[in-house]
């Protein structure tokens, strides 16, 4: 019997896209080039169906849709743009809709003491109120999600922070169609 309904899943599981949304704002193009770099391991992903918007073009059928859900910004005075801020202060509440989603972040910053892991948990907290199951990168420098620093005017970086990109959407992904089944998608 159990065989059966594990077949069964896995059929279902097999059916069925897993569906991604990225959500980001980007003034000077740096959190769009990690928003890409996200997405690049999202569709490295078999069956996957990838939704790619600026937060100006996101909206709440968007995060209805989705299986998983990550949401970027620049990092502003320690915080998130107001553009982020206020998408996801109206995200909708009534009757749980993203509960058990998969949630992810990420950042960009032009200092790396200049308020990342605040913008991060702005976002993550958002999340987990929305009964969120948040994933971070694979490691302990990404725990929290993505943050892409730069150093000043230079445009210079940590070298790593591209594969920690992809690896997010590929984590996002893969938990995502784990978690399909607790939905009954």
């Given at each position: 019997?159990?065989l ?7 059929t ?31 569709r490295s992903?078999?069956?996957?169906t ?5 937060v100006?073009e ?9 299986d ?14 107001p553009?982020?801020?206020?998408f996801?202060?109206e ?8 509960q ?5 972040a ?24 929305f ?5 971070g990168?694979e490691?302990w ?7 892409y620093?730069?150093?000043g ?33």
């Amino acid at each position: 019997m159990r065989l059966i309904l594990f077949l069964l899943l896995l059929t279902a599981l097999a059916t069925a896209d897993t569906r991604v949304l990225i959500v980001y704002d980007s003034v000077d193009g740096h959190t769009e080039k990690v928003a890409n770099w996200i997405a690049d391991g999202v569709r490295s992903q078999p069956e996957t169906t990838l939704r790619f918007l600026r937060v100006e073009e996101a909206s709440h059928e968007d995060l209805i849709w989705a299986d998983a859900i990550l949401v970027g910004s620049p990092v502003y005075n320690a915080g998130l743009t107001p553009k982020i801020g206020t998408f996801m202060a109206e995200w909708p509440f009534d009757d749980n809709p993203l509960q058990n989603r998969v949630g992810a972040a990420f950042v960009s910053s032009r200092g790396a003491s200049a308020g990342s892991e605040n913008a991060l948990f702005d976002i993550l907290k958002t999340m987990l109120l929305f009964r969120m199951l948040l994933v971070g990168g694979e490691d302990w420098r990404s725990g929290f999600g993505v943050t892409y620093v730069l150093d000043g005017a230079n445009e210079k970086t940590l070298g790593f922070t591209e594969a920690q990109s992809r690896n997010l959407g590929v984590r996002a992904c893969r938990l995502a169609l784990c978690t399909m089944e607790m939905r009954n998608r």
